[in-house]
């Protein structure tokens, strides 16, 4: 059933599958005109990826290896991220061990879901994520999803180039600045992302090796010191939901750019394996590293010397601090902990390219690698300032991003499975940028907006609690979700009606 509906789709043999070739990839007129000739043909002869956000073909979804889905999400958290976000729950929150680790396992099961499920539309629409939200939101009121988008990811990134950042200057002992390591981490990604999609799976298929290996030798020389934990007062409702809230933004907030990662993968690949490898790429290491750095949190406050550490370089000032007694190896693998951070830092600016061509549709014009190199730019001229306030930056961050993420999932995935009925054919290669084609859009927008009337007052962040989330915690993004499932079904409903599309 599956291989007959992609044949439907693109009417071409999904069988014959040709070379997998990204840098073919159709653009505007000038720019097919310009890789035959000039700057444009040199760019394509060093492998950059030209397609931007033009849906791809069946005859030109040719990648068989599926499993690249899984080794890209397994390198995209496996590094100190996780293990900041886990740190989080017991240095900040006060949380114990054991109730940071509790929430971490549930909430990151719930959270994994939706990416997991997003992304198995990518190889059966050939489409990227946001391409499918026109789906939902239109082709000018999508600008809103990519925004917010853009914002969630730009988000994630500046965070990863900061805790990099500090790592490396904890390394150097002060002598580099943490904003020429945010520069120099930042770069780096940007050579990666600027090439596209086949050097950023590549990269990812082998960049995890050295970070699990970095990682496993910090955990080894200091684990012993981990069953040292502060005391903490018994877990409250309001402090395990809160920490939920950003366990869950960690994971659920991948799911606004899932499909960007597997567009070219072979249509008829099983449903079931694009999920898994999705879910368990993400998973796998993220509960553990989160553990991780659950357990750093909580011991952090026991030893002065981790305190000082992580005062002078956050979560890698502490695992280099954990390494204290091997001397310059030590040092060696801190480095290597901060360049884990690469393979997150280089994808997360890969999805944030063809975000930025769905601004607007003008910008669908622009080269997707130009964007990089612009985000690129955004990205160090804010990490530098916020960096100093990393903790609170990320706390405030999460939360903010899971109540997007929320609504955003409760829109599009109640578009895909209730009104086109689960049915990948649905969405028409087309129409994807005629605006008198696509749905309106101001059902989305409604049920993205409307349901803030009720997650503001069940919000508890650090710089607002309503009154509802003073009471039970942080309940926003779970109250957002059912929300904008509901408020879509009937304003959709009636948009369908009135306007017939």
Same mark, same amino acid.
């Given at each position: 059933?599956?291989?007959?509906?992609?044949?439907?789709?693109?009417?071409?043999?999904?069988?014959?599958?040709?070379?997998? @070739?990204?840098?073919?990839?159709?653009?505007?007129?000038?720019?097919?005109?310009?890789?035959?000739?000039?700057?444009?043909?040199?760019?394509?002869?060093? %492998?950059?990826?030209?397609?931007?956000?033009?849906?791809?073909?069946?005859?030109?979804?040719? @990648?068989?290896?599926?499993?690249?889905?899984?080794?890209?999400?397994?390198?995209?958290?496996?590094?100190?991220?996780?293990?900041?976000?886990?740190?989080?729950?017991?240095? +900040?929150? %006060?949380?114990?061990?054991?109730? &940071?680790?509790?929430?971490?396992?549930?909430?990151?099961?719930?959270?994994?879901?939706?990416?997991?499920?997003?992304?198995?539309?990518?190889?059966?629409?050939?489409?990227?994520?946001?391409?499918?939200?026109?789906?939902?939101?239109?082709?000018?009121?999508?600008?809103?999803?990519?925004? /917010?988008?853009?914002?969630?990811?730009?988000?994630?990134?500046?965070?990863?180039?900061?805790?990099?950042?500090?790592?490396?200057?904890?390394?150097?002992?002060?002598?580099?600045?943490?904003?020429?390591?945010?520069?120099? !981490?930042?770069?780096?990604?940007?050579?990666?992302?600027?090439?596209?999609?086949?050097?950023?799976?590549?990269?990812?298929?082998?960049?995890?090796? #050295?970070?699990?290996?970095?990682?496993? $030798?910090?955990?080894?020389?200091?684990?012993?010191?981990?069953?040292?934990? *502060? #005391?903490?007062?018994?877990?409250?409702?309001?402090?395990?939901?809160?920490?939920?809230?950003?366990?869950?933004?960690?994971?659920?907030?991948? &799911?606004?750019?899932?499909?960007?990662?597997?567009?070219?993968?072979?249509?008829?690949?099983?449903?079931?394996?694009?999920?898994?490898?999705?879910?368990?790429?993400?998973? !796998?290491?993220?509960?553990?590293?989160?553990?991780?750095?659950?357990?750093?949190?909580?011991?952090?406050?026991?030893?002065?010397?981790?305190?000082?550490?992580?005062?002078?370089?956050?979560?890698?000032?502490?695992?280099?601090? /954990?390494?204290?007694?091997?001397?310059? $190896?030590?040092?060696?693998?801190?480095?290597?902990?901060? $360049?884990?951070? /690469?393979?997150?830092?280089?994808?997360?600016?890969?999805?944030?390219? =063809?975000?930025?061509? !769905?601004?607007?549709?003008? $910008?669908?014009?622009?080269?997707?690698?130009?964007?990089?190199?612009?985000?690129?730019?955004?990205?160090?001229?804010?990490?530098?300032?916020?960096?100093?306030?990393?903790?609170?930056?990320?706390?405030? +961050?999460?939360?903010?991003?899971?109540?997007?993420?929320?609504?955003?999932?409760?829109?599009?995935?109640?578009?895909?499975?209730?009104?086109?009925?689960?049915?990948?054919?649905?969405? @028409?290669?087309?129409?994807?940028? =005629?605006?008198?084609?696509? #749905? #309106?859009?101001?059902?989305?927008?409604?049920?993205?907006?409307?349901?803030?009337?009720?997650? =503001?007052?069940?919000?508890?962040? *650090?710089?607002?609690?309503?009154?509802?989330?003073?009471?039970?915690? @942080?309940?926003?993004?779970?109250?957002?979700?059912?929300?904008?499932?509901?408020?879509?079904? =009937?304003?959709?409903?009636?948009?369908?009606?009135?306007?017939?599309?």
């Amino acid at each position: 059933m599956e291989s007959q509906n992609v044949h439907d789709n693109g009417g071409v043999d999904i069988e014959k599958k040709g070379s997998f @070739d990204v840098t073919q990839a159709p653009g505007t007129p000038s720019e097919e005109e310009g890789v035959q000739t000039g700057w444009w043909k040199q760019v394509t002869s060093f %492998g950059v990826e030209l397609r931007g956000i033009e849906p791809v073909p069946v005859e030109q979804r040719t @990648d068989t290896r599926a499993v690249n889905i899984f080794s890209l999400w397994w390198t995209l958290s496996l590094s100190l991220l996780p293990i900041t976000t886990g740190l989080v729950g017991t240095l +900040f929150m %006060g949380l114990s061990l054991k109730a &940071a680790c509790l929430v971490i396992l549930f909430f990151n099961l719930l959270g994994g879901i939706p990416p997991a499920a997003f992304g198995i539309l990518g190889p059966k629409t050939g489409m990227r994520q946001l391409v499918q939200a026109r789906y939902s939101f239109g082709l000018y009121f999508v600008a809103v999803a990519s925004v /917010m988008s853009m914002a969630t990811a730009t988000g994630w990134a500046i965070v990863s180039t900061i805790v990099a950042g500090q790592t490396l200057s904890a390394v150097s002992g002060g002598s580099l600045s943490w904003n020429v390591g945010i520069v120099i !981490i930042s770069v780096v990604s940007l050579a990666i992302a600027f090439m596209g999609y086949k050097v950023v799976h590549t990269y990812e298929r082998w960049a995890w090796i #050295p970070s699990l290996v970095a990682i496993l $030798f910090a955990t080894g020389c200091g684990g012993r010191l981990l069953s040292n934990q *502060a #005391p903490t007062a018994p877990a409250t409702a309001q402090g395990v939901l809160s920490f939920a809230c950003t366990v869950t933004a960690y994971t659920m907030t991948w &799911a606004t750019m899932a499909s960007d990662f597997s567009v070219y993968i072979t249509p008829d690949t099983s449903k079931i394996r694009l999920f898994t490898y999705t879910y368990c790429g993400i998973l !796998i290491p993220t509960i553990p590293l989160m553990c991780l750095g659950a357990a750093i949190g909580g011991a952090v406050p026991s030893y002065d010397s981790w305190l000082e550490a992580f005062d002078a370089g956050s979560t890698g000032g502490v695992m280099l601090e /954990m390494m204290n007694s091997t001397g310059g $190896f030590g040092k060696f693998v801190a480095v290597v902990l901060a $360049f884990s951070l /690469m393979g997150n830092i280089s994808g997360t600016l890969y999805a944030i390219t =063809v975000q930025f061509q !769905i601004l607007l549709p003008l $910008f669908a014009r622009v080269p997707r690698y130009v964007f990089a190199v612009v985000v690129t730019g955004v990205i160090i001229g804010t990490a530098i300032p916020v960096s100093h306030t990393l903790i609170e930056s990320l706390e405030n +961050f999460l939360g903010v991003i899971a109540y997007w993420a929320a609504v955003f999932i409760g829109v599009v995935g109640t578009e895909f499975l209730y009104f086109r009925g689960g049915d990948f054919r649905s969405y @028409d290669h087309s129409t994807w940028n =005629v605006g008198g084609k696509l #749905p #309106p859009g101001f059902a989305a927008v409604g049920a993205v907006t409307i349901p803030f009337g009720l997650i =503001v007052p069940c919000m508890a962040q *650090a710089w607002y609690t309503g009154p509802v989330g003073e009471k039970t915690g @942080d309940i926003g993004y779970e109250v957002g979700m059912v929300l904008s499932i509901l408020t879509y079904l =009937v304003l959709r409903t009636l948009e369908k009606r009135w306007f017939g599309r």
